[in-house]
C-alpha cells in the first residue's frame, strides 16, 4: 500500500536556502510599505515638520541595525 502524504503544502520537502530568501524579502517588503505610510503620516500631519523628520530618521536607523543584527548571528 502506497504511503500518503497529508494533504496541504509539502513544508517539509522545501530547502531552507529557498525559504529564508523569500521570508525576508516578504519582511522587507511589509517593513517598506510600513515605513512609506508612517512617513507620509508624519510629515502630512505633524505640525513640527523637524521632530517628523526626526522621527523618521530615529525609525529608519533602528530598523536597519535591528536587521542587521537579526541577519548576523551574533547572539550574546
Do not use: E
Given at each position: 500500500?502506497?504511503?500518503?502524504?497529508?494533504?496541504?503544502?509539502?513544508?517539509?520537502?522545501?530547502?531552507?536556502?529557498?525559504?529564508?530568501?523569500?521570508f525576508?524579502?516578504?519582511?522587507?517588503?511589509?517593513?517598506?510599505?510600513?515605513?512609506?505610510?508612517?512617513?507620509?503620516?508624519?510629515?502630512?500631519?505633524?505640525?513640527?515638520t523637524?521632530?517628523?523628520?526626526?522621527?523618521?530618521?530615529?525609525?529608519?536607523?533602528?530598523?536597519?541595525?535591528?536587521?542587521?543584527?537579526?541577519?548576523?548571528?551574533?547572539?550574546?
Amino acid at each position: 500500500m502506497p504511503s500518503s502524504t497529508p494533504i496541504g503544502f509539502p513544508v517539509a520537502s522545501l530547502p531552507i536556502a529557498q525559504v529564508v530568501p523569500v521570508f525576508f524579502f516578504l519582511v522587507f517588503f511589509i517593513w517598506a510599505i510600513y515605513s512609506v505610510v508612517a512617513a507620509f503620516h508624519w510629515l502630512r500631519y505633524s505640525n513640527n515638520t523637524t521632530v517628523a523628520l526626526s522621527a523618521i530618521t530615529v525609525h529608519i536607523i533602528v530598523s536597519v541595525w535591528l536587521a542587521i543584527y537579526t541577519v548576523s548571528g551574533l547572539v550574546h
